[in-house]
């Protein structure tokens, strides 16, 4: 049997167990998917081939000693640095990034999508910019503070914080930010966030398993939304695809993981 995990701290939140199996038992592949507290990133790799793991994921906040303890990396977690699953081939760790794809599937039903604006300049905002723009797409940034704006300005996006914003119209608009996650708060101030869902076709958010403040607002102004369920669905299919070598069909996988969402 193979055996995969995931790896974060704090982990005991985390979905991609009861996603894997899901897939794993229904489609009678035989592995079994674990999660694994992890507090020092440096001993990724180490504990990784101690529990004799065929592959793993990786989660908040090691996604970058993910990176930094591959022998190879492959795509697009070259071009970010940043690595959410791990493949151990050969007794040689491979790193990839399905983060960015996963959004890029779950977009895939909004249409005529171009100028996009992005909520947050963390992590997930610098892998779905670094994306959208090698789609060619139009991307602005809004953030809280500006010290990591000078990234998304070399990457060609447009960037303000809160005080320096102009309004545009917007096809989407993302929140990548983490207001919402914890609390009840909007990922900008509330005049700025009406201004745009005005003047914008489609809203996601990256939170899952709640209605954050913002969707709220989406949801009054009739605006078509998504929350990160979709988001962490399409990184789980891209995952357990590399996971199975392609030995699964990714419609089968998709289904099968879409169950355990249910649960
Ligand atoms: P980071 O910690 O890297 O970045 C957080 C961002 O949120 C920063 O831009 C920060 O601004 C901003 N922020 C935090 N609090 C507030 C606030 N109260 N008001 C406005 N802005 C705020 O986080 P990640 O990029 O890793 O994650 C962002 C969100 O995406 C999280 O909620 C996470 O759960 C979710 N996520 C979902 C995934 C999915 O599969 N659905 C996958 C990955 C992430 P500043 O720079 O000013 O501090």
């Not at 994921?57 to 190879?72: I, M, R, S």
């Not at 959410?84 to 040689?92: A, G, H, K, P, Y």
Request: charged fraction near 20%.
């Amino acid at each position: 049997m193979q055996l995969f995990s995931i790896f974060g701290n704090p982990v005991s939140h985390s979905r991609s167990p009861l996603m894997h199996n899901s897939v794993f038992t229904n489609l009678h592949y035989n592995a079994c998917y674990t999660r694994t507290l992890l507090e020092d990133g440096t001993k990724l790799k180490e504990i990784f081939f101690a529990l004799g793991l065929s592959g793993a994921n990786v989660t908040v906040p090691h996604k970058e000693a993910a990176f930094n303890a591959c022998d190879e990396v492959r795509g697009f977690a070259k071009t970010v640095g940043v690595v959410n699953t791990l493949i151990n081939e050969n007794n040689r760790l491979i790193g990839y990034n399905t983060d960015a794809d996963g959004f890029m599937y779950a977009i895939e039903e909004f249409t005529n999508v171009q100028n996009i604006l992005i909520l947050g300049a963390g992590g997930t905002a610098k892998a779905l910019a670094t994306r959208f723009k090698q789609d060619d797409l139009d991307v602005t940034i809004l953030n809280r503070s500006k010290e990591i704006l000078p990234y998304f300005d070399e990457l060609g996006c447009i960037t303000s914080t809160w005080d320096t914003f102009t309004l545009n119209k917007f096809d989407l608009v993302v929140n990548a930010t983490s207001a919402g996650l914890k609390d009840e708060n909007l990922p900008a101030p509330q005049e700025i966030i009406e201004s745009i869902l005005n003047a914008t076709n489609y809203v996601a958010d990256a939170i899952y398993g709640k209605l954050t403040p913002f969707l709220q607002l989406a949801k009054e102004k009739n605006i078509i939304y998504k929350d990160g369920a979709d988001m962490l669905l399409g990184q789980g299919v891209l995952a357990n695809e590399l996971f199975v070598n392609a030995s699964l069909e990714k419609e089968a996988i998709k289904r099968e993981m879409q169950k355990s969402f249910l649960l």
